[in-house]
């Protein structure tokens, strides 16, 4: 529960600060302002246009940071964290909820949790976006090719992004759910044998991404912040 809060009140922070998250000289983007579509946006970190409004209470990445939201908040195993944590039901294992009545995820707003697949959706296009933003950090200061320490935690986010999202139990059931003879599909089956071992991991995998996140946007503050400078290994 503390480590969860932590990372909300950090994110939250971050959203909103509008600062130290782009590094000109390697074209270092974080997480949290990806893809940065504000007219406050340094015109380099926005490769997808500026056109929303330079408000305080507009984060720069206001596009995608609410479906991220949705995705993480209605994943399975992300509700069974918060929903023990915060809202203690159940209270502990074997301790029968204090609800007088269960009624599931079919009544307002829980009846949203169902949404869950189409934010799988979003995060697929978010994950892609992150990746082009590792992709194009290979960059050198005064243009070129360039590779750095910020490539390996930015590269290191993307995969692990990527596994997260995988293996979440919509992309399993769309990969190979509905499937009733594994022989007739031989390319969906070995893609659903690899979803389901991700799958396996899928609580740990939640919690990595929130330290990648985390470690990636701390990194890039860091070093547009002036605080550190980037170990380069090519220029």
């Not at 490769?47 to 939201?69: D, S, Y």
């Not at 293996?167 to 594994?182: A, D, Q, Y």
């Amino acid at each position: 529960m503390s480590l969860l809060t932590l990372w909300v009140a950090y994110a939250t922070v971050r959203a909103f600060m509008q600062k130290w998250y782009w590094v000109d000289d390697y074209h270092y983007l974080t997480p949290f302002y990806s893809p940065c579509v504000s007219t406050g946006c340094v015109p380099e970190s926005a490769e997808f246009g500026r056109f929303l409004p330079n408000w305080p209470i507009i984060p720069f990445a206001a596009v995608t940071l609410p479906f991220l939201l949705l995705f993480r908040l209605t994943c399975y195993y992300y509700r069974r964290a918060y929903y023990r944590s915060f809202w203690a039901s159940p209270p502990a294992c074997a301790v029968p909820d204090g609800h007088k009545s269960y009624s599931g995820e079919t009544r307002f707003p829980l009846i949203f949790q169902n949404a869950h697949r189409y934010f799988f959706y979003a995060a697929i296009l978010i994950s892609i976006i992150n990746t082009w933003d590792a992709i194009v950090a290979f960059h050198g200061k005064g243009g070129g090719f360039g590779f750095g320490l910020g490539n390996l935690v930015l590269l290191g986010n993307v995969v692990m992004l990527w596994a997260y999202t995988l293996s979440c139990h919509s992309c399993r059931h769309i990969v190979g759910g509905r499937l009733k003879h594994f022989s007739k599909h031989p390319v969906r089956y070995r893609a659903w044998g690899f979803v389901s071992k991700l799958n396996a991991k899928h609580m740990q995998l939640a919690w990595i991404t929130l330290g990648t996140l985390m470690l990636t946007d701390a990194y890039v503050m860091a070093v547009s912040a002036g605080w550190i400078s980037d170990l380069r290994f090519f220029h």
